[in-house]
């Protein structure tokens, strides 16, 4: 009597979709304009990696999505060598599905891992995945001594300890790795892989409900673990997005610049910098009936700041609110009696009201400043504004 052969292991497909995934995207990326060598942080965070900011404030997906973006072809070619490494031997011993449950979960467990240890870091990447994988195969082969994976997984039994102990040592010897990621999702694998049976082993019903109950208690411990990072870090990133906002203002990038400090609001509505700020970047957009809002709202908190009244004139003026803006116009040179951009504004509001003597003198003392005070093309304007008044 012969022995039959073993039949032939079932091919690794969620392995290479996963790997076609990832190349798909870093092609539409490169495609799309991003360098394939050294992509922006900008870049990446527009393509969905993750970063602190805007993960822990209403972008809770960037969990996800940051497994499948890579920062360079050398970054995506390493890790995707890993994974068609370690993937395939994980996934026939595991079973299609539940290779696919372990790769998902451990990349948001690195994620989740990585934006609590540094959350104003930009970070990318599917090493928090591919160490998932590694860590559910430490129990599988190195625990269990399973004899029908003696051949399958012999050499890979003496190589998965030493891949995640130098890769981890690397981490730490070098700050451009992520190790928070990589312990995250080692963590998670190494639960999920010491949990569940092997494929073709006799699997009872209480073994695929431990199973299946393993896997929905940690994608819950991820939920849980994500909410408590976002309590445990309120409004780390508001400064972040406060002084990208500005850099945007100041760059003319006012849509870029209202997203940022949009954010700031939805945390802290009562900002009264990123409130200023975002009204200033409405005007610049010509959408001033939307900057009224968040400009009353700031001149309330800091009602003796003349930027803030100066700004709420402003944007009074810009909607034909004469006598709205006169006032703030009037409380900001209260503050800051020589204030030019106010008696400029404030004597145009009382030239479309027809009172031209009120103009008159403001525009006056604005050319009454002593040289330097103000520049030339703002004093040629005044004089301009002077001329048009009736009876000049």
């Known amino acids: 009597m012969t022995n039959s052969p073993p039949p032939p292991a079932a091919r690794p497909v969620v392995t290479f979709v996963i790997i076609a995934i990832n190349v798909a995207v870093f092609i ?16 990446l965070v527009r393509w969905g990696a993750s970063y602190g900011p805007y993960e822990l404030s209403t972008e809770w997906w960037r969990a996800f999505t940051a497994m499948f973006v890579h920062i360079g072809f050398l970054h995506i070619l390493l890790n995707m060598y890993c994974l068609y490494r370690l993937g395939p031997l994980a996934e ?71 891949f ?27 639960v999920a892989g010491y949990a569940a049976p092997v494929a073709g082993s006799p699997a009872g019903r209480q073994v695929v409900l431990r199973t299946r109950g393993v896997l ?23 400064d972040a997005h406060l002084a990208r906002g500005a850099a945007y203002l100041h760059e003319g990038k006012n849509a870029e610049a209202i997203s940022e400090f949009e954010l700031v609001l939805r945390h802290d509505s009562t900002n009264a910098l990123a409130l200023e700020n975002v009204g200033v970047a409405y005007m610049r957009t010509n ?4 900057a009224l809002a968040p400009l009353e709202r700031a001149q309330s908190i800091n009602p003796n700041d003349p930027i803030a009244n100066y700004n709420l004139g402003l944007a009074n003026l810009a909607v034909d609110k004469y ?15 020589n204030y030019p951009d106010a008696l400029v504004q404030r004597g145009f509001a009382y030239q479309k009201l027809g009172k031209a003597d009120s103009a008159s003198a403001d525009y006056e003392r604005v050319l009454s400043q002593p040289e330097g005070a103000i520049n030339d093309k703002m004093r040629a304007e005044v004089r301009r504004l002077v001329a048009a008044l009736p009876g000049r």
């Open 323 to 337: 006598e709205t803006a006169i006032y703030y116009l009037s409380q900001s040179l209260r503050i800051r009696p």
């Open 92 to 162: 026939r011993m595991l079973g299609p599905w539940k290779f696919a449950a372990l790769y998902l979960l451990s990349g948001m467990g690195g994620n989740v891992a990585s934006v609590a240890v540094h959350p104003m870091i930009v970070a990318a990447g599917a090493s928090g995945a591919i160490f998932g994988v590694a860590g559910a195969l430490l129990p599988v082969l190195h625990f269990r001594q399973i004899r029908a994976l003696v051949s399958q997984g012999g050499r890979g039994r003496l190589g998965i300890g030493g």
């Open 287 to 290: 959408r001033p009936q939307d």
């Open 216 to 238: 929905v208690g940690l994608a819950l411990f991820l939920v849980v673990a994500f909410l408590l990072v976002r309590e445990w870090r309120p409004g780390h990133g508001d």
């Open 164 to 190: 995640i102990v130098y890769n981890l040592v690397l981490g730490f010897a070098n700050t451009g790795i992520d190790n928070a990621a990589h312990i995250g999702g080692l963590v998670i694998g190494f």
């Open 28 to 43: 539409a990326m490169t495609v799309g304009g991003v360098s394939p060598v050294e992509p922006t942080t900008q870049d």
